[in-house]
Each structure stands twice: as structure tokens, then as C-alpha cells.
């Protein structure tokens, strides 16, 4: 972790399929095999390795066996000799014949149930999930988290987790007070209050707040060339680039959803985590005296933390970032580069939760392999790589900062981009002979070529280590061989897949 004048962060909508949290059509397993929730899946010290998960995921035939209550929560562990699952007709299922995911974290979190006669689209649904949708699409990108901040120095941010969490107590309020007064319209019947506020009503909150709690990419075309490049194309064209760009994202979602949503090895970690607190919040449970129920220990926690961020926000705002080193000699310019909050920040030990996620998000989430691959890689770079080019005068390193994201001269000025343009914001080629070609800092110049060599990286990878697995899922997909999740949703009617292809052409 590293802060400065770095880039900006990255940002923006993300297109994950929300069409079902997990589906299947990962590998039959062998009769007589049983399973539970592997240990090594759940723990960030876990050593598996990179085929395992988060989204490929694998049947893992070592392991005891996983068990579900009668109300599909969560899995419960069981040794081998008191498991009540049994595979039948190539089927897992549980204790009450119910069949399972083959995938352990997907059995242990998601239900294997549904009820299909709950309300879904209710008064309560549509008012609390469009003035989500309203409120953080214009909180947010008014306060684009980026570096320095197009419209705000200090960004704040609003994510759908606040939506999840306080649609819930909104809920159950509304149900509470709104009358049950059934009203006719245009040949149909509504109530406002169709009865208790149930967990498909907060699912589908929580999806609209998810739309609108990231900002569009296009913005940051349309900014960047009004305030850096005074060039302003309209309010159509604008808004044109804005829809087409974020369509663009939804139809190639829906168009891919048979083979990134619908089998069972896709999974997503971070919608797994959003699935166990829908289960926190609406499961009831009975446990024996002094047992905590899910709902208390998520409670007691919260406080804790809303108690502490308080702390490193407003009360001791030096322990987000403590640059303990550099007090051997604060006066040593190469100390500072080096480990500084604004240099490359060796050794920097973060107590606020904030700074810890800032980059990759939770670390709870994040599979162990994934960040042990990242962790190794930006060690290898920013803290090998980046001091051996900068202090080698790498491309006359040492006429810049180690790390800054701004444009200089060849003499280590910063670079005045508007004097090289003509009133129609052309390149002048004439002034720019004169004024010289611009610089960037050894940092990006490696960082750049780094990312254009990691896209050819991608492919061959991906080539050589998992086409098989690739080519199987894609005969799998298109085969009938289905989860019990994606054989739940059956009971609804299908987007049609014009849609889709509408929206991405």
C-alpha cells in the first residue's frame, strides 16, 4: 500500500451479472463422496492455489460432508461418520433430500430453497430502491474518488452496503405503518403493504442502490477534456457517450451470463459475502442460552467499528498511514522516497480499515491466492523494480519525484499541455519542436509497459493453463446440466436474450 501522487484510483460501475449469485455446471461428483466447507477456502491463510478459486471453483472430494438446516441457511460442518448427505441420481443433497452446490462456500452460504409466492415488486421496493439509485448515482460521481478529485478534494463515497444495512430497519418500518389497503389501477391490484418486508424486496434494493453506487468512465472523458483541455461537445453528445458506454457494460453481462453467472464454478466472493449478511439479517435462529445469534454478533461489531473509525478519521488521523521508518532520520531525502506515505511507503503499517481496502477491498473477501499473486507482484515492482531504475538514473529518473502522476519537461519542469495546442485544441507541432517532447516518471513509464506486456500475459496464460477448463465449462453451459440454484430460477420468466444483444449493439 502505497499513497501520493499516484494515479487515479480505479472506479467506475461494475458489471457484475446479477441475474443469480451462483449457479452450476462444474463436475458431476462421484457417488459416495462427501464434502464440507473447506477450511482452506475460507481462510485468508489459506495455501491452495490458483485454480481453486474465486472464479473457477472446484468440487473438493477430501473434505467431510456439508449439511443444511430445514431453512437453507448456512452450511454446518459434520464429521464423516454422522453425514446424513447423500449423492443420489449423480445429485448432492443434504439431510432432507434438498440437492446442494457442489461448491462449498456457495452451499454454506447461499439457500438451497426458495418461495416463490413472497412479493418482490412492491410500493416498498420501488420507492426505497429508486431514491437509492438517485441519491448515490449523484452523491458519488459528484464525488469521483480520484486523484486529486475531479469534483472534490476530500471524496465522499457512499457504497450499496449503506443501502443494504439501513434498507433493513427502513423496511421493517414501512411495514409496520404503511396501511394494507388494497387500491385498483389501470385493471390491477396493489397494496402498499403487502405484508412483512421480506429479503427478495431487500435483494432487489440493494441490486438498484449496487447500479447506482459506481460512476460511469465516460465522466472522466467528458471532465478531463472541459478542464484540462477547455473543450466542451454538449449536453447530447455527453450524455450519448455516457448511455452507450454504460450500456455497453450491461448488454455484455447479460449476453455472458450463461457462462460467468450460470454455472456453479463461477464463483463471485465479494456477492457471497452480500448473500451471508441477507442471511444475518433475515434468518431467524434458536440457540441454546449464551450462544450468540448472527444477528447479535453482527450488531456488537458494528458498533465496535462505527466507535473506532472515529478515530483514525477525525480524532488520530496519523495512524491511517505510519511511516514508522522514516523516523531513524526524518532530514534523509531517500528514507522519505522510499518509505514515506507519499514515496513508495516501505513499511508502512495502516490502522484504519479505510486505508486497508482502499486498494483491492476486503482482504476477507479477496481469496488468499489472489492476494498473495498480487501482494508478490507490487513487491517485485514498486518496492524492487522502481528504486533499482529510479536510483540507476533510469531515463534521467532523478530529475522527477519517485512517484507523481503529473507531465514535466526534459529538464524537469512541469509541462504546460495548453501551450502546445491551437485555439481548435490541435497539436502544434511548430511549439511543440520548441517547447520539447514531455516526460513522465520512471514509475509510470515501467507501470505503463508493465500493463501493456500484462494484457498478452493475460491470453497466453490463460492459453496455456486453463483452455481445457474453459472449453468444459462452455460445453457445460450449453448442455442442461444445471445447479439447484440456476433450477430454482426456473420458476421465473427468462430476459429475453434480444435484450441483451440490444443493449451491447
Same mark, same amino acid.
Given at each position: %500500500?502505497?499513497?501520493? =501522487?499516484?494515479?487515479?484510483?480505479?472506479?467506475?460501475?461494475?458489471? +457484475?451479472?446479477?441475474?443469480?449469485?451462483?449457479?452450476?455446471?462444474?463436475?458431476?461428483?462421484?457417488?459416495?463422496?462427501?464434502?464440507?466447507?473447506?477450511?482452506?477456502?475460507?481462510?485468508?491463510?489459506? +495455501?491452495?492455489? !490458483?485454480?481453486?478459486?474465486?472464479?473457477?471453483? &472446484?468440487?473438493?472430494?477430501?473434505?467431510? =460432508?456439508?449439511?443444511?438446516?430445514?431453512?437453507?441457511?448456512?452450511?454446518?460442518?459434520?464429521?464423516?461418520?454422522?453425514?446424513?448427505?447423500?449423492?443420489?441420481?449423480?445429485?448432492?443433497?443434504?439431510?432432507?433430500?434438498?440437492?446442494?452446490?457442489?461448491?462449498?462456500?456457495?452451499?454454506?452460504?447461499?439457500?438451497?430453497?426458495?418461495?416463490?409466492?413472497?412479493?418482490?415488486?412492491?410500493?416498498?421496493?420501488?420507492?426505497?430502491?429508486?431514491?437509492?439509485?438517485?441519491?448515490?448515482?449523484?452523491?458519488?460521481? &459528484?464525488?469521483?474518488?480520484?486523484?486529486?478529485?475531479?469534483?472534490?478534494?476530500?471524496?465522499?463515497?457512499?457504497?450499496?452496503?449503506?443501502?443494504?444495512?439501513?434498507?433493513?430497519?427502513?423496511?421493517?418500518?414501512? !411495514?409496520?405503518?404503511?396501511?394494507? &389497503?388494497?387500491?385498483?389501477?389501470?385493471?390491477?391490484?396493489?397494496?402498499?403493504?403487502?405484508?412483512?418486508?421480506?429479503?427478495?424486496?431487500?435483494?432487489?434494493?440493494?441490486? /438498484?442502490?449496487?447500479?447506482?453506487?459506481?460512476?460511469? *468512465?465516460?465522466?472522466?472523458?467528458?471532465?478531463?477534456?472541459?478542464?484540462?483541455?477547455?473543450?466542451?461537445?454538449?449536453?447530447?453528445?455527453?450524455? /450519448?457517450?455516457?448511455? +452507450?458506454?454504460? %450500456?455497453?457494460?450491461?448488454?455484455?453481462?447479460?449476453?455472458?451470463?450463461?457462462?460467468?453467472?450460470?454455472? !456453479?464454478?463461477?464463483?463471485?466472493? !465479494?456477492?457471497?459475502?452480500?448473500?451471508?449478511?441477507?442471511?444475518?439479517?433475515?434468518?431467524?435462529?434458536?440457540?441454546?442460552?449464551?450462544?450468540?445469534?448472527?444477528?447479535?454478533?453482527?450488531?456488537?461489531?458494528? @458498533?465496535?467499528?462505527?466507535?473506532?473509525?472515529? @478515530?483514525?478519521?477525525?480524532?488520530?488521523?496519523?495512524?491511517?498511514?505510519?511511516?514508522?521508518?522514516?523516523?531513524?532520520?526524518?532530514?534523509?531525502?531517500?528514507?522519505?522516497?522510499?518509505?514515506?506515505?507519499?514515496?513508495?511507503?516501505?513499511?508502512?503499517?495502516?490502522?484504519?480499515?479505510?486505508? @486497508?481496502?482502499?486498494? /483491492?477491498?476486503?482482504?476477507?473477501?479477496?481469496?488468499?491466492?489472489?492476494?498473495?499473486?498480487?501482494?508478490?507482484?507490487?513487491?517485485?515492482?514498486?518496492?524492487?523494480?522502481?528504486?533499482?531504475?529510479?536510483?540507476?538514473?533510469?531515463? =534521467?529518473?532523478?530529475?522527477?519525484?519517485?512517484?507523481?502522476?503529473?507531465?514535466?519537461?526534459? =529538464?524537469?519542469?512541469?509541462?504546460?499541455?495548453?501551450?502546445?495546442? +491551437?485555439?481548435?485544441?490541435?497539436?502544434?507541432?511548430?511549439?511543440?519542436?520548441? *517547447? #520539447?517532447?514531455?516526460?513522465?516518471?520512471?514509475?509510470?513509464? /515501467?507501470?505503463?509497459?508493465?500493463?501493456?506486456?500484462?494484457?498478452?500475459?493475460?491470453?497466453?496464460?490463460?492459453?496455456?493453463?486453463?483452455?481445457?477448463?474453459?472449453?468444459?465449462?462452455?460445453?457445460?453451459?450449453? #448442455?442442461?446440466?444445471?445447479? @439447484?440454484?440456476?433450477?430454482?430460477?426456473?420458476?421465473?420468466?427468462?430476459?429475453?436474450?434480444?435484450?441483451?444483444?440490444?443493449?451491447?449493439?
Amino acid at each position: %500500500m502505497y499513497a501520493g =501522487d499516484g494515479p487515479p484510483e480505479h472506479h467506475g460501475a461494475e458489471m +457484475t451479472p446479477m441475474v443469480e449469485l451462483n449457479h452450476s455446471s462444474a463436475p458431476v461428483p462421484e457417488l459416495g463422496t462427501t464434502y464440507s466447507l473447506s477450511s482452506e477456502a475460507t481462510s485468508s491463510s489459506s +495455501t491452495s492455489d !490458483a485454480n481453486d478459486r474465486p472464479l473457477i471453483g &472446484r468440487v473438493d472430494e477430501k473434505k467431510t =460432508d456439508i449439511r443444511n438446516d430445514p431453512e437453507g441457511g448456512l452450511g454446518i460442518r459434520d464429521s464423516p461418520s454422522d453425514s446424513d448427505d447423500e449423492v443420489t441420481d449423480d445429485v448432492l443433497k443434504d439431510e432432507n433430500g434438498r440437492e446442494i452446490s457442489p461448491i462449498d462456500e456457495v452451499a454454506a452460504v447461499v439457500p438451497n430453497t426458495d418461495d416463490p409466492s413472497l412479493p418482490c415488486m412492491t410500493f416498498r421496493f420501488w420507492v426505497m430502491g429508486l431514491t437509492s439509485i438517485f441519491s448515490l448515482s449523484f452523491i458519488n460521481q &459528484r464525488s469521483e474518488p480520484t486523484d486529486p478529485g475531479f469534483f472534490r478534494e476530500s471524496p465522499m463515497v457512499v457504497g450499496a452496503l449503506v443501502v443494504q444495512l439501513i434498507s433493513y430497519p427502513a423496511g421493517q418500518f414501512m !411495514a409496520r405503518v404503511l396501511p394494507s &389497503r388494497k387500491f385498483h389501477l389501470f385493471g390491477s391490484t396493489f397494496s402498499l403493504n403487502p405484508g412483512p418486508f421480506n429479503v427478495k424486496e431487500h435483494v432487489l434494493i440493494t441490486i /438498484l442502490a449496487s447500479c447506482g453506487a459506481g460512476t460511469a *468512465y465516460a465522466v472522466d472523458i467528458i471532465v478531463i477534456q472541459r478542464v484540462f483541455y477547455e473543450q466542451d461537445f454538449g449536453f447530447v453528445a455527453n450524455l /450519448l457517450l455516457i448511455l +452507450t458506454t454504460q %450500456m455497453l457494460g450491461y448488454g455484455m453481462a447479460g449476453i455472458l451470463r450463461r457462462y460467468l453467472v450460470y454455472p !456453479a464454478a463461477m464463483i463471485w466472493p !465479494a456477492n457471497l459475502v452480500t448473500v451471508a449478511l441477507f442471511n444475518t439479517l433475515h434468518r431467524r435462529e434458536d440457540l441454546a442460552p449464551g450462544v450468540w445469534t448472527r444477528q447479535k454478533f453482527f450488531s456488537v461489531f458494528l @458498533i465496535i467499528s462505527f466507535c473506532y473509525y472515529w @478515530i483514525p478519521a477525525y480524532i488520530f488521523p496519523v495512524i491511517t498511514s505510519l511511516t514508522l521508518l522514516c523516523y531513524i532520520d526524518p532530514s534523509s531525502i531517500v528514507l522519505s522516497q522510499l518509505t514515506g506515505s507519499h514515496g513508495l511507503g516501505m513499511g508502512v503499517l495502516a490502522l484504519d480499515w479505510n486505508t @486497508i481496502t482502499a486498494f /483491492l477491498g476486503s482482504p476477507l473477501i479477496t481469496p488468499w491466492w489472489a492476494q498473495v499473486n498480487i501482494g508478490t507482484g507490487f513487491v517485485l515492482f514498486a518496492w524492487v523494480l522502481v528504486p533499482l531504475a529510479y536510483y540507476m538514473n533510469l531515463w =534521467d529518473a532523478k530529475l522527477f519525484p519517485i512517484l507523481t502522476s503529473k507531465l514535466y519537461t526534459t =529538464d524537469g519542469y512541469f509541462y504546460d499541455t495548453l501551450s502546445i495546442l +491551437t485555439p481548435q485544441k490541435m497539436l502544434d507541432e511548430t511549439v511543440y519542436e520548441a *517547447y #520539447g517532447p514531455l516526460r513522465i516518471t520512471t514509475f509510470f513509464a /515501467l507501470s505503463y509497459g508493465i500493463s501493456f506486456a500484462g494484457l498478452t500475459a493475460i491470453l497466453t496464460h490463460t492459453f496455456l493453463y486453463h483452455r481445457k477448463q474453459i472449453w468444459a465449462q462452455w460445453k457445460e453451459a450449453r #448442455g442442461s446440466s444445471q445447479d @439447484i440454484h440456476y433450477k430454482l430460477m426456473q420458476t421465473y420468466k427468462e430476459v429475453p436474450e434480444w435484450w441483451y444483444l440490444t443493449l451491447f449493439g
